[in-house]
């Protein structure tokens, strides 16, 4: 069964205006991690946000927020105020608490590439 | 600016031949991973260290890859003989496992294999 969902492989959003991204995940592990990553097209990997399954609050870093909903199991990246450079892959990934609480790996999903229109 | 290191960044390479990628991590980082990134199947994980000891590599095709850490400052990735399905883009990526989340990617080597 899929871990990660991100059923909008793509999305158009006008340049200063906001966008969310969704994302949902599966998983029976109390404890997880749940972090969304930025691949522009030169290929690189940036990490953008992380939220832990018992962070109270939703995390954000600048421009960015996770809107978590624990109950609904969903993950959605907001971005306010796009610019151009915001033109990229999206990945939302879920580290699962394994091997005695140790940092395990990250399942991706499939990825939402952004295009935002001067 | 601390960063993960891959090399090569591009290799061609004939089926059959052997490939080996390498990743030096960030300096202290006790946690390593290869990832592999293909048009099919996206991001998925090949071998997981921590402390240089092999913890996970069920996403690895036992038969021609192969994953190690000679020492702390080095992870090898090898495909032996190299197929055209394994033409991808390989990332490595490590963290410090005790104290923070956080995965730092290096660049990836984009692998071609005619």
């Known amino acids: 069964a899929q871990k990660i969902t991100q059923t909008q492989p793509g999305m158009f959003v006008q340049e200063k205006e906001a966008v969310t991204l969704d994302c949902t995940y599966d998983t029976s592990d109390p404890s997880y991690g749940l972090f969304w990553y930025k691949q522009p097209s030169s290929g690189e990997m940036i990490f953008l946000i992380y939220?832990?399954?018992?962070?109270?609050q939703n995390a954000t870093e600048g421009r960015y927020s996770l809107n978590f909903q624990k109950a609904r199991k969903s993950a959605n990246l907001v971005i306010s105020a796009s610019q151009l450079g915001d033109s990229a892959m999206y990945f939302c990934a879920m580290r699962e608490v394994n091997y005695g609480g140790s940092q395990g790996n990250l399942i991706f999903g499939k990825g939402t590439k952004l295009s935002v229109k001067p | 600016d601390a960063r993960v290191t891959q090399t090569p960044r591009h290799k061609v390479t004939e089926m059959g031949q052997e490939v080996t990628m390498r990743c030096q991590p960030i300096l202290g980082h006790n946690t390593v991973f290869w990832y592999r990134q293909t048009m099919m199947q996206g991001l998925e994980l090949l071998a997981y260290?921590?402390?240089?000891?092999?913890?996970?590599d069920s996403g690895m095709p036992k038969d021609r890859f192969s994953a190690e850490m000679p020492d702390a400052t080095l992870a090898t990735l090898k495909i032996q003989p190299s197929e055209p399905r394994d033409s991808a883009v390989y990332f490595c990526?490590?963290?410090?496992?005790?104290?923070?989340?956080?995965?730092?990617f290096g660049p990836g080597t984009r692998l071609t294999v005619t």
């Open positions: 990526a490590s963290g410090d496992g005790d104290s923070s989340y956080e995965q730092y």
């Open positions: 260290f921590r402390n240089r000891a092999p913890l996970d």
């Open positions: 939220q832990g399954s018992y962070d109270q």
